[in-house]
C-alpha cells in the first residue's frame, strides 16, 4: 500500500490512520464527495499523499485542515497518529454557536411575536 521509496500513500488510508475519521469506507466516501482536498484541489481516494502536503477534509460538521508530516499507511495509536500531522484547524465551534437553528414545517409562514421572543431567549439574545 505504501510506496517506501518515494514515501507516498492513498489519501483515503492516511486520513484513516491517523484517526481523522473512524473507517477507511468513510474517508473514501468523503474524497468520492469533493469532501477532501490536497494542497486546494479535490482528491480522489486513490492520491497519493506526501510529506508536507495540506490535507483539507470538511467531516462530522467542521473542517480540519491538517499538513501532512509522515506518511502512515497502517491504523496507529492515537500518540503516534499525532505527530503524523501538524494541525492547522479552526477552533470547534462553541456549543451556543453550533446550537441548530429552529427548523419550521414549509409553509408554516413567519413566526408569530411569541415564537420571536421564544426563539431570541433560546439563542441569549
Known sequence: MADEVSGTVRV???????RLTKTR????TACRAGHVKVNG???????????????????????????????????VGAPVAAECYIDKS??????VE????????????????????EIEILRGR
Open 12 to 18: 483515503d488510508a492516511w486520513i484513516w490512520s491517523v
Open 25 to 28: 469506507s468513510t474517508a473514501a
Open 41 to 75: 484541489d479535490r482528491a480522489k481516494p486513490a492520491q497519493a499523499v506526501r510529506a508536507g502536503d495540506e490535507v483539507r477534509l470538511f467531516h462530522a460538521g467542521r473542517e480540519r485542515i491538517v499538513v501532512v508530516q509522515k506518511p502512515v499507511a497502517k491504523r
Open 90 to 95: 479552526p477552533p470547534p465551534p462553541t456549543p
Open 98 to 117: 453550533a446550537a441548530v437553528v429552529g427548523i419550521r414545517d414549509r409553509g408554516a409562514g413567519r413566526p408569530t411575536k411569541r415564537e420571536r421572543r
